[in-house]
């Protein structure tokens, strides 16, 4: 289904295997939730589908509020999207990407704008995140419920000012090991989150399968980027530095020309979302 530009103000839900629902032109199909729903979109038991090059707009302020919403689903990709916080002076309370009974997980070139949180999902498995922008996610960027031995990939993620509320690092896995491949995304801080760590793990408990970020047990935290890399065996191409943005405060998420960020990703691609196709 290839959906007009315009603005469509609406709950939908998807009950369908093998859907492709995009964009006609990337980032100028909004998909609003007024400030009355629950969800702009959900996927509900599918399987197969893709989301492409939307932006969600209009979330309201509340924990409940999702944008994306997915449950029980297989091979789930959402690509060229952007999570649209409010910019007119109200608050955005919301998880911006929500994945509840996942396998098979792809999410790559989004930018996920404020929030609670950018991704959460849980229980979790055979998950790629890549390439995506994260920028004043209050609590967390990327959750991954993984169970030890599920196939999880996050790299070339720009992760900046998480303000890590509940003590939540920028990303975090319900289970740390082998498993996990957390490499060469970029992390930055400024005075809007003086507290933002880096990468951690934890769950509600070892036999419960709920984990959220703030699952993170203070043990497991680290004070340093290079406290990080030692103790976990993540990031060793990683970075900690400003990506220069051209304008974040005012939603402009594109790489200034010098940026550190510019090809030092995973094959010597740019670490974080083509912020060009939103324009």
């Not at 989301?51 to 990709?77: E, H, P, Q």
């Not at 031995?149 to 509320?165: A, M, P, Q």
């Not at 005075?191 to 497991?220: L, T």
Request: with cysteine.
């Amino acid at each position: 289904i290839v959906v007009a530009p315009g603005v469509y103000t609406e709950s939908l839900r998807v009950d369908i295997d093998r859907l492709t629902l995009r964009s006609e032109v990337l980032g100028q199909a909004s998909l609003d939730a007024a400030r009355l729903f629950d969800y702009a979109l959900q996927i509900n038991g599918g399987a197969d589908c893709t989301i492409d090059g939307f932006r969600f707009v209009g979330l309201r302020y509340s924990a409940s509020a999702k944008a994306l919403s997915a449950i029980k689903t297989r091979n789930l990709t959402v690509r060229n999207c952007l999570f649209d916080r409010r910019r007119d002076g109200g608050r955005c309370s919301n998880i911006q990407l929500s994945v509840y009974q996942v396998d098979g997980l792809l999410v790559e070139n989004c930018v996920f704008d404020s929030g609670f949180h950018g991704i959460w999902s849980y229980p979790a498995k055979n998950v790629v995140i890549r390439n995506n922008t994260f920028w004043g996610n209050g609590i967390n960027g990327i959750h991954v419920g993984c169970n030890m031995g599920d196939r999880t990939e996050i790299y070339n993620n720009l992760l900046v000012d998480t303000v890590s509320n509940h003590q939540s690092p920028a990303v975090t896995v319900a289970d740390h090991g082998p498993h996990v491949f957390c490499d060469y995304n970029l992390y930055w801080k400024t005075d809007i989150a003086p507290r933002q760590r880096y990468y951690s793990f934890g769950r509600h408990s070892p036999e419960h399968e709920y984990s959220a970020p703030w699952s993170v047990k203070s043990k497991d935290l680290t004070d340093s980027f290079a406290e990080t890399q030692q103790r976990y065996g993540v990031e060793a191409h990683g970075l900690e530095a400003d990506p220069l943005f051209v304008d974040a405060q005012n939603g402009d998420f594109s790489l200034a020309a010098d940026s550190p960020a510019r090809g030092r990703g995973r094959d010597g691609k740019d670490i974080g979302a083509d912020f060009a196709i939103f324009k």
